[in-house]
């Protein structure tokens, strides 16, 4: 089954203690997505990745690192959390973009982060 | 201004009823325009995407493009409970690496 898997999916942490979000997704896909999703903001992006080894800033990249070192997996870190760092984070892949081409993306079931 | 706006909602139509959803965004030269839906709790789904003006039409559902005016609309026809959720708008940049969305609106269908 093609699908976006991403671990864990709840965490409860304290400010300042390194954590990782995985996401792999099965798909052969290029292009790798986070993004944070809070009330009335709608979906944020923080990091993107066009392929292994190229990854660039999204809208709201602070805090956050991400590293591709293989197709399948993009994994989110966050060095040392705060407590703003708490919400809804989402992992999507999709093949890579061409011209005006639709590119879907399919999202990971989420991980929902909660910094005390 | 926020690059891609919507209404935040909710809005409410009767079972049956045509829902129609508005987003409006900044970039003149946005290529690549999408309308996912999320159920609380979930992850979002595609519903569907349009790329060229004028109407793309996929079962009950309509999109509208509308790149003078800078407008994507989605049309629900025949709206039904389960139509009830939040939809979000995208339109990925002129490059296609960067895809923003709009904060959502939610939709409540009246059985």
Redo the contacts between chains.
């Keep these: 089954e093609a699908q976006v898997t991403q671990n864990p999916r709840y965490l409860i942490t304290v400010t300042g203690k390194k954590l990782t979000v995985t996401c792999s997704q099965n798909m052969n896909h290029e ?1 790798m ?1 986070w ?1 944070r999703q809070d009330p ?6 923080i990091y ?1 990745s ?1 392929n292994v080894e190229v990854t ?1 800033k ?2 709201v990249p602070e805090g956050y690192k991400v590293s591709r070192k293989e197709k399948r997996n993009f994994p989110l870190i966050l060095e040392s959390p705060s407590p703003n760092q708490t919400s809804l984070y ?1 992992c999507a892949s999709s093949s890579a ?9 399919f ?4 991980t929902r982060l909660t910094v005390l | 201004q926020k690059e891609v706006e919507q209404n935040s909602g909710p809005l409410s139509v009767p079972e049956g009823a045509i829902a129609s959803l508005n987003c409006t965004y900044s970039d003149r030269g946005s290529q690549s325009f999408f309308w996912y839906r999320q159920y609380s709790g979930k992850s979002p789904e595609l519903i569907m995407s349009i790329y060229s003006n004028g109407d793309k039409e996929d079962g009950r559902f309509t999109a509208q493009l509308n790149k003078a005016s800078q407008y994507v609309s989605l049309l629900i026809r025949d709206s039904q409970p389960s139509d009830s959720a939040t939809y979000l708008c995208a339109v990925k940049n002129t490059g296609g690496f960067k895809t923003i969305f709009g904060a959502g609106t939610r939709l409540f269908v009246k059985a």
Excluded: I, K
């Design positions: 292009y997505s993004y009335g903001l709608g979906l944020r992006q993107y066009m660039d999204g809208d989402f973009p061409s011209g005006g081409a639709y590119n879907e993306q999202f990971g079931p989420g």
